[in-house]
């Protein structure tokens, strides 16, 4: 009972980035625990999906062939299954929105004590996992109790595996209930419309810390006189100050622009994961800890409501 | 309809702060109706002022100071809220996923709730577990991460929207009863008027013990403790422009135009 089981994610055909991590962060565990890393991957096309996921580190395949999307249904159930058969120590699955939809319910029926959105792992001779608090203001440690765990990892955390493995690959016959009252009716794309974000060099982004949407002009007024693209951080659009389209983070769009300038942006995981591929960050915040100045480049800790006059001036 | 939210008050930490132990300085924390449970509460107001539901029910477990965070949510039109707490929760350090769900489980089977309405996650220490690990403790149907939601009474069928990365949404049909994580964005919260203000004092907000909620002390028992906690090294190599406002927007000004992008 030392070995470590990973679920793979995958989306309209193709593996997620996370998968690939997923086996990083297993193999960090597996080494630990002395076991073996078994890695699952469930509903599309098993059999690509698990070729591709056969690389250095893993030691065996388990493929459930059910369904063509994911259905948490299908998941909690397939990983349920496969959980009891090679009884492993620590269960590993992605903080992704997929992974918040099943993997709560798998701990919650293993009865495995369960820790979202690890950063990292520390084991010796039980499981220390490291995450983080009150949007990114502090890290902690926490001790898991109990012989068997259940741990979901924050994407880019971990590098993705490479090379090629020699895992044993094997089809897992599960039986599902697939009466189970959820079914996945479709897919929608959002956030189109009328410009593309994703193709800007400068992005002047805004933040909550703009405060009101009386505020937005003054923004706009930056935007005009640099010739910038103008994005926002999640609460911008939530309040419907701006559309969809300008939103960059997870749930938004991923921009790599030559320079990206937050304003009145903290820098949330869920942002930092649309905009940390740009060249050059730049912030301007208030909060001298605010976690954006960790991947920014250069800071401005100040004001928005002072700074932003002041730069619209030299380039008038 | 009967439609239970669960609602947490949380922590927010100051620009500047200490950490004391394991913990943030007390002194520093602020307190405030987590973000994703103000979405949750504005969409149940909306199932009952639309139609569906006739009473909306908060939940939420924390200390007696909670009450006035709860009074938001009652003042932004829920009826009547229920409060978890015991003395031996405020030993118990940080609750773990099933405590919070065995807690919660006791209450929704008092209440016997159609759906259940939670946030994403709590904005302090951000599991985002807790709902889809109670649905499936109930036996309860669930959808994760949703954005909108469309109540088809006759079906007694939810028609959501999930999230997902990337700009992408899934549609999702569930049955009730169902509990759904709600995200932000699904809707607009509204400010609570002097009137609902009013209303929310003579509302009524019932405490409950372990006992009262018929659970011993095993139900939390926390498999996790948290062992250290601080502030996380800054591996950032950030140049901070000093100065006053015109100076470090001039300097700002000179990046821009050295990396080309603005003239
Ligand atoms: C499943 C999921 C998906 C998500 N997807 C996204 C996503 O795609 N994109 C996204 O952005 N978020 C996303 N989020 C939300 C994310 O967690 C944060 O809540 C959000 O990014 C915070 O936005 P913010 O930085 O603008 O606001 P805050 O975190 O409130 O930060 C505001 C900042 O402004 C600063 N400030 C205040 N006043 C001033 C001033 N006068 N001058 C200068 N600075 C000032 C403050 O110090 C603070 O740092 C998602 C969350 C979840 C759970």
Known sequence: MSDVLAVAEHRRGDLRDVSFELLTAGRQLADATGGDLHVAVVSGDTESFADDLNREGVDAIHTVSEGEEFNHDVYTQAVEAL??????????????????????????????????????????????????????????????????????????????????????????????????????????????????????????????????????????????????????????????????????????????????????ISGAVQHVAGMKGADTIIAVNTDPNAPIFDIADYGIVGDLFEVVPELIEQFE | MKVLVTVKEVAEVADDFEIAGTEVDERYLEYDLNEWDDYAVEEAVQLKEDGPAEEVVTVTVGPERSEETIRMALAKGADRAVRVWDD???????????????????????????????????????????????????????????????????????????????????????????????????????????????????????????????????????????????????ESDAEIFEGDASETAGELAEVLREKGVAE
Do not use: C
Request: no cysteine.
């Open chain 1, 83 to 264: 959980h009891a058969e090679l009884d492993p120590e620590i269960l590993v699955m992605p903080n992704s929105v997929n992974g918040l939809d099943y993997a709560p319910a798998v701990a919650n029926r293993l009865d495995l004590p369960l820790v979202t959105d690890a950063v990292d792992f520390d084991y010796d001779g039980g499981l220390t996992v490291t995450r983080e608090m009150y949007g990114s203001k502090v890290e902690t440690t926490v001790d898991v109790a109990g012989d068997q765990q259940a741990v979901t990892i924050r994407g880019a955390e971990w590098p993705a595996a490479e090379g090629v493995g020699d895992a044993d690959i094997a089809e897992f016959d599960v039986d599902i209930d697939a009466d189970a009252g959820s079914t996945v009716t479709g897919f929608e794309e959002v956030g189109g419309g009328d410009v593309d974000i994703s193709e800007a060099d400068f992005i002047v982004s805004i933040g909550r810390g703009i405060e009101e949407e009386d505020n937005l002009p003054l923004i706009e007024d930056l935007v005009e006189a640099t010739g910038a693209t103008l994005a926002s951080s999640r609460p911008i659009v939530d309040n419907g100050w701006l559309p969809k389209n300008r939103q960059v983070g997870q749930s938004g769009k991923v921009v790599t622009p030559d320079v990206y300038l937050a304003i009145g």
């Open chain 2, 88 to 234: 031996a929760l405020e030993d118990a350090g940080l609750l773990d996923v099933e405590t919070k769900t065995n807690l919660l489980e006791a209450v929704v089977e008092e209440e016997d709730p159609d759906l259940v309405l939670t946030g994403v996650q709590a904005g302090d220490d951000a599991f985002g577990a807790t709902g889809v690990s109670l649905a499936d403790e109930l036996g309860f149907q669930w959808g994760a991460v949703v954005n909108a939601l469309d109540y088809d009474a006759d079906e007694n069928v939810a028609h959501v929207h999930r999230e997902l990365e990337g700009g992408v949404e899934e549609l999702t049909d569930i049955d009730l009863p169902a509990v759904l994580t709600i995200q932000t964005g699904i809707n607009e919260p509204r400010y609570a008027s002097l009137r609902g203000i009013r209303q929310a004092q003579s509302k009524e907000i019932a405490p409950k013990s372990l006992d009262d909620l018929g659970l011993d002390a095993g139900a939390i028992e926390s498999d996790l403790e948290v062992t250290s906690m601080y502030e996380p090294e800054s």
